[in-house]
Structure formats: structure tokens, C-alpha cells
């Protein structure tokens, strides 16, 4: 299994980023995805989340109505869109498999930075 982000970078506040996961080594659409991130000297926080066939997605209160999940099955690819991006968006977003609600492979992560 190999996970590998992409998309990451510096954006003013109020900007948007499209970060993307490319996955192999799995049958992509049996599985749920989640985006899952990590503040400079924080803890991990769960993003979002979207099933395999990508009808039922699932977002933290503090990125709701600006974050939009998405996943593309014919390419085996994830997708994050972010918009209106807050200082606070500020971390490394990895793209996680999901196991019966474990997570159980991980992306290496990609980098946001948000700064005026």
C-alpha cells in the first residue's frame, strides 16, 4: 500500500489549495479515506472522511462549509479542496486508509502554510 500527497504550499489568508492523494497497492474503492492533520507542535486531528464509493463524506466542525472531500475511483485518487483558509489550517495534512475505523496506512504528508 502507498499513499503519496501532493498540492501542498503557502497561501495568504482567505486562499484555497487543492491537495491530492495518490494510492496503489489496493482496491481503492472498497475502502474509506480520511484527511487527517498536524499542527506545528499539536496534536493529529481528523479532517475529514468519505466512503468508498464517495456518496458520505463527514468533515470536522472546524473546517466545515470550507473543506470539500472528494475522490475519483477510476484514478485512485483522494481529494481535498480547501477555501477561505484560516492561519489555524496551518499543518501537514496526510491522507490516511481506513480499516474498521482504524487507520492503518498513512501518506507522508504535505505541507500548508497559511500566513499573510
Known amino acids: 500500500v502507498q499513499l503519496v500527497e501532493s498540492g501542498g504550499g503557502s497561501v495568504t489568508p482567505g486562499g484555497s489549495l487543492i491537495l491530492s492523494c495518490q494510492a496503489s497497492g489496493f482496491t481503492f474503492e472498497n475502502y474509506a479515506l480520511n484527511w487527517v492533520r498536524q499542527a506545528p507542535g499539536k496534536g493529529l486531528e481528523w479532517v475529514s472522511s468519505i466512503n468508498g464509493g464517495g456518496e458520505d463524506t463527514h468533515y470536522a466542525d472546524s473546517v466545515k462549509d470550507r473543506f470539500t472531500i472528494a475522490r475519483d475511483n477510476t484514478k485512485n485518487t483522494l481529494f481535498l479542496q480547501l477555501a477561505t483558509l484560516k492561519t489555524e489550517d496551518t499543518a501537514t495534512y496526510y491522507c490516511?486508509?481506513?480499516?474498521?475505523?482504524?487507520?492503518?496506512?498513512w501518506g507522508q504528508g504535505t505541507r500548508v502554510t497559511v500566513s499573510s
Open positions: 490516511t486508509k481506513d480499516n474498521n475505523d482504524e487507520y492503518d496506512y
